[in-house]
């Protein structure tokens, strides 16, 4: 039973574009949304994230948008570069986090020249 | 910044070895993780640890266990390994919800 839920297993997007990273979660009790991103034999690093008390988070070329009504947010990137090419993950807690995250399973994104 | 090291980037091991996974944080956090990531599932958690001597179950703890005798070491233990344990294994320590990754440990068994 999944609580996150990352749709799309890839994406591709021309380099300078925007991309769009779609995440949906069940469990209204969650109150702190994070996007990590991974590459190939490395540890997620931690990208940006959201409290449930704001529906909007920028950070540079990201930001992440929260509609708490629809259990849904976004990671937007913009321009794409080809440094951005990793898998997203889409992760989210309660109260407080200290049992962990709950993560989707992860985007693919691939920034095309 | 926030180091988490785990001791070994590869291993190989033998079905029904005992494995030894290490992780160390250096940032004195309380709160320590062992996660999973298989392709098309995400990383799921097997283990985590609010303080010394203390563990708690993940979502997929079968086949494992964990140990934590000192704040800034946790240990993952595969009692018999086998091959559906094969796997990126992640550490992570935490504050305030965000998580620290280590490097992860690609582990193989045969």
């Known amino acids: 039973d999944q609580q996150v839920k990352q749709n799309s297993p890839s994406l591709s997007v021309q380099e300078g574009r925007i991309s769009i990273l779609n995440c949906d979660y069940t469990?209204?009790?969650?109150?702190?949304f994070l996007w990590y991103k991974k590459y190939p034999a490395e540890g997620p690093t931690f990208l940006i994230s959201?409290?449930?008390?704001?529906d909007k988070n920028e950070d540079g070329r990201f930001t992440v948008f929260l509609n708490k009504s629809a259990k849904h947010l976004s990671l937007h990137i913009v321009p794409s570069q080809p440094g951005d090419s990793a898998v997203y993950f889409c992760?989210?807690?309660?109260?407080?986090?200290?049992?962990?995250?709950?993560f989707g399973k992860g985007t693919h994104l691939i920034i095309q020249p | 910044d926030v180091k988490v090291t785990q001791s070994s980037r590869y291993l190989v091991k033998r079905t029904g070895e005992k494995v030894f996974l290490e992780c160390v944080q250096d940032?004195?956090?309380?709160?320590m993780f062992w996660y999973r990531q298989d392709p098309g599932l995400g990383l799921r958690l097997i283990y985590f640890?609010?303080?010394?001597?203390?563990?708690e179950k993940g979502d997929i703890p079968e086949g494992y266990s964990v140990s934590r005798e000192k704040k800034e070491r946790f240990s993952l233990i595969l009692e018999s390994a086998s091959t559906n344990q094969t796997s990126m294994y992640l550490c992570?320590?935490?504050?305030?919800?965000?998580?620290?990754f280590g490097s992860g440990t690609q582990l193989s068994v045969l």
């Open positions: 992760a989210a807690s309660a109260g407080g986090g200290a049992d962990g995250l709950t």
């Open positions: 959201i409290s449930s008390i704001k």
């Open positions: 469990n209204s009790m969650f109150d702190y």
């Open positions: 992570a320590s935490s504050v305030q919800a965000k998580l620290f």
């Open positions: 940032m004195d956090h309380e709160n």
């Open positions: 640890s609010y303080d010394v001597k203390m563990k």
